[in-house]
């Protein structure tokens, strides 16, 4: 009866290694434990024996049911381990789906390009935070103190600080140029370097018009330096952007931060200057505000304006982004809308 019973226990291990599914096993337990199993059938024959091999056999066989019934239960564990992870994990035999990929958005994609073309002629790369100062904003810019940009009509004050003056007085910043001074204070001249990033204005929203857009200005400062150099960086720029030769004009503007200035224009790219609703049926846009810094931000830079000159250039790069691609509505860029922003992948 001894070796009877190593030879189930041998081979109900066995059996049971090779089980493959729930139904398996439990044909297992009824081949060995059922009423008629093997080893049942094998415990009915304990009657015969002496006490002494009575008591040895029962011990024995009680252990080799105790092994078959934790094996067992064990084996059923790893099956639905196995289901499990069969259920969570694809059949790779199965055609997969192509990957959903990201793209950059179209106005990040053309400040990208910008940095290339500018760095390309020597321009250095500037950033500041978007929080600035009254002072920075406005007083070093050479804006007299009624000027109607620091009204809260148009200007984004922080609260808190909307009583106070100078740079004790924070706001949104509502454009770029306060980045200027900030640069040439630590850095002095010459210089050549652009800083793009987004500016804020309370202003009413149209196809070219938005509260939140983004800017992208560029300065060099240096002895002696003229306008037709200036005009001849922009028309290098666009043609750089837009891969072809892009029409340009420059007519005076008033800007208080620059003597002279100018309104920088380019044909419009939407209706190639034939006339639409984003140029206002003019067949030009304008693109930037340009000219010579003003001795008085100079000064306040710390530069002696009898000796440093230079030429800003401040990008609207929300429109040049609309020129790229022949948008007709600004704010399409920013509506966070998939179906606009995937044609730009």
Not at 48 to 60: H, I, N, T, W
Not at 154 to 167: L, R
Not at 169 to 188: A, D, F, I, M, N
Request: hydrophobic fraction near 35%.
């Amino acid at each position: 009866m001894k070796s009877r019973l190593e030879e189930i226990r041998a081979e109900s291990i066995a059996a049971l290694r090779e089980a493959a599914s729930p139904e398996m096993l439990e044909q297992l337990r009824q081949t060995y434990l059922g009423k008629k199993g093997r080893l049942t059938e094998l415990l009915k024959g304990l009657g015969k024996l002496s006490p002494e091999e009575r008591k040895q056999m029962g011990q024995l066989a009680n252990e080799v049911k105790n092994l078959f019934s934790n094996a067992m239960e064990t084996r059923k564990e790893e099956l639905l381990e196995q289901a499990s992870l069969l259920a969570s994990h694809p059949d790779l035999t199965i055609p997969g789906l192509s990957v959903a990929t990201g793209g950059l958005h179209p106005i990040t994609q053309m400040c990208y390009d910008l940095n290339d073309s500018f760095r390309s002629l020597n321009f250095e790369i500037f950033e500041e935070d978007e929080i600035t100062s009254e002072l920075f904003a406005f007083d070093y810019l050479n804006f007299p103190p009624d000027h109607p940009a620091r009204d809260s009509m148009d200007t984004y004050w922080i609260e808190g600080t909307e009583n106070k003056e100078g740079a004790k007085r924070h706001c949104l910043r509502p454009h770029l140029t306060g980045g200027s001074v900030r640069y040439l204070k630590e850095h002095g001249a010459p210089a050549r370097f652009v800083y793009p990033g987004r500016v804020y204005r309370n202003e009413a929203t149209d196809a070219r018009h938005e509260r939140a857009f983004f800017q992208y200005e560029a300065l060099i400062v240096d002895r002696d330096f003229s306008f037709s150099s200036g005009l001849v960086l922009v028309s290098t720029i666009l043609e750089r952007v837009f891969g072809r030769d892009v029409p340009v004009r420059m007519r005076a503007g008033f800007f208080p931060f620059v003597e002279p200035g100018f309104e920088i224009d380019m044909q419009c790219q939407v209706c190639q200057g034939q006339g639409c609703t984003v140029c206002h049926h003019s067949g030009w846009i304008e693109v930037m505000p340009g000219g010579s810094p003003h001795p008085n931000v100079l000064r306040a830079a710390g530069l002696d304006p009898d000796i440093w000159s230079g030429f800003y250039i401040n990008i609207g790069l929300d429109r040049l982004v609309m020129m790229r691609y022949g948008i007709d509505d600004v704010r399409l860029f920013h509506s966070a809308d998939l179906r606009f922003l995937q044609q730009f992948k």
